[in-house]
């Protein structure tokens, strides 16, 4: 196992290098013109943009510009030439409200996915099977832009049963304001999520029912329960476990962006839009490579996980 940890973590840091190359190519390489003057933006001056030539070395080898990029991406020190603020400073503020609607989401899928994927399992090939799988497929196919709408205006707007839109920290209305606040995002975003997990897992747990081990766990005389439980669930887990921790990474890493631009929860990912549709670059290139940190790094997490669970992944 620690041999198979170390291997996970020095192809970690391989990927994190390949993944800064290319967004360090991708906003100061590959575009035509200067960068300066893309990250100076429209309404800028000589002066500001030779400021920023020479703040961020682009009148230098691109070795020197790859490192003082990297530089400010390490210490923060990355301000947004258009609104002149900091932009980790924004990216801290809004952070919160992102994990917040993640988190509760994520949690909110997976119980719910593998609540469905066990039931539908269980009854499979009968009318309760089938009106899950269209429900699953309806859940999967509807943009999660126009549910938000949908959701915020009939129940937030019309009925008022929920608040329409908006953020409420924990220290101010309490827990249950927060929770009550964040309940349509969280659904909304969770419905997207639910119908795959519960195909995917009553796939794999009708495949799994099949196996060898689960014939002998049934001749040894356990129960149905227990053979669910101990031997058919723990091995249909390894697929979904690894599939929540992609899709957690990519809801981090900007997946969410349009849920929380609907319900106008100011988190990291309204950031990021507000960022594109003003061309403001700093912004953009510091949540860009720090989305798929945090990509990376979850899914070597996720990756050790598996190993633990099936002793044979650590071979690989």
Known sequence: MGRFIIRRLVGMVIVLFAVSVIVFAIFNVIPNGAPENRMAGKQSTPQQIEAIRREWGFDKPITTQYVKMMEKLATGDLVSYQQQRNVFDEIKQGLPHTLSLAIGAAILWMAAGVALGVYSATRAGGKTDFAINVLALIGIS??????????????GYKLGWFPNGGYVEVAEGGLWQWAYHLFMPWTVLALLFIGVYSRVLRGTILETQNEDFVRTARAKGLSEKQVMRRHVLRTSMIPIITLWGLDFGIVIGGGAILTEAVFDLQGVGQYYAESVSQLDVPP??????????????????????????DPRIRLS
């Open 142 to 155: 509807v943009p999660v832009f126009w549910l938000g709408a949908l959701v915020n205006y009939y129940l």
């Open 284 to 309: 953009v290139m510091a949540i860009t490579i720090l989305g798929a940190v945090f990509i990376v790094v979850l899914n070597t997490i996720v990756d050790i996980l598996y190993a633990a669970l």
